[in-house]
């Protein structure tokens, strides 16, 4: 009887640590998703909004360049669909520019975001570097490297 009662509450156990690791997995990423579907509702107001004039910077795409974490650790998907929600939001002077136009407002953001702290990023803090910025098809595309700030 005893080993049974024991096997029971293994089993319970067992179950209860499977079921949490899935619980997890389905939170991380409906967060994902959540993240994915603002930020395409986002680009769909803004083409809307430039839809007929073709010289201006419609929408603004971050890629992420990151350094190695200390332990070979990478950002997950959360973190960089957050960062780079964060700099779209920071770049967004630029939406509704001259693509012809737009030298001297890079130069400014260049300046203005370069070692970029950014904090509370789901509880760590991260520094920006923009590396490369391009105007391609109205998309105003950025390159940035980030960094995760030691806690001190």
């Given at each position: 009887?005893?080993?049974?009662?024991?096997?029971?509450?293994?089993?319970?156990?067992?179950?209860?640590?499977?079921?949490?690791?899935?619980?997890?997995?389905?939170?991380?990423?409906?967060?994902?998703?959540?993240?994915?579907?603002?930020?395409?509702?986002?680009?769909?107001?803004?083409?809307?909004?430039?839809?007929?004039?073709?010289?201006?910077?419609?929408?603004?795409?971050?890629?992420?360049?990151?350094?190695?974490?200390?332990?070979?650790?990478?950002?997950?998907?959360?973190?960089?669909?957050?960062?780079?929600?964060?700099?779209?939001?920071?770049?967004?002077?630029?939406?509704?520019?001259?693509?012809?136009?737009?030298?001297?407002?890079?130069?400014?953001?260049?300046?203005?975001?370069?070692?970029?702290?950014?904090?509370?990023?789901?509880?760590?803090d991260y520094t920006i570097q923009?590396?490369?910025?391009?105007?391609?098809?109205?998309?105003?595309?950025?390159?940035?490297?980030?960094?995760?700030?030691?806690?001190?």
């Amino acid at each position: 009887m005893g080993v049974f009662v024991l096997g029971i509450v293994v089993g319970a156990a067992v179950f209860n640590g499977i079921y949490h690791y899935q619980l997890d997995a389905l939170y991380q990423q409906i967060g994902e998703l959540g993240s994915s579907i603002d930020e395409k509702q986002q680009e769909i107001r803004q083409l809307n909004r430039f839809k007929d004039n073709h010289t201006v910077i419609q929408t603004i795409q971050a890629y992420i360049e990151e350094e190695k974490l200390p332990g070979g650790l990478e950002l997950d998907a959360r973190t960089q669909t957050e960062l780079k929600k964060r700099i779209t939001t920071d770049l967004g002077i630029f939406i509704g520019r001259s693509i012809y136009e737009i030298d001297s407002e890079a130069k400014m953001a260049r300046v203005l975001l370069d070692r970029k702290l950014y904090l509370d990023v789901f509880d760590k803090d991260y520094t920006i570097q923009i590396k490369t910025m391009l105007v391609v098809d109205n998309q105003l595309k950025a390159w940035v490297q980030v960094k995760r700030v030691a806690p001190s």
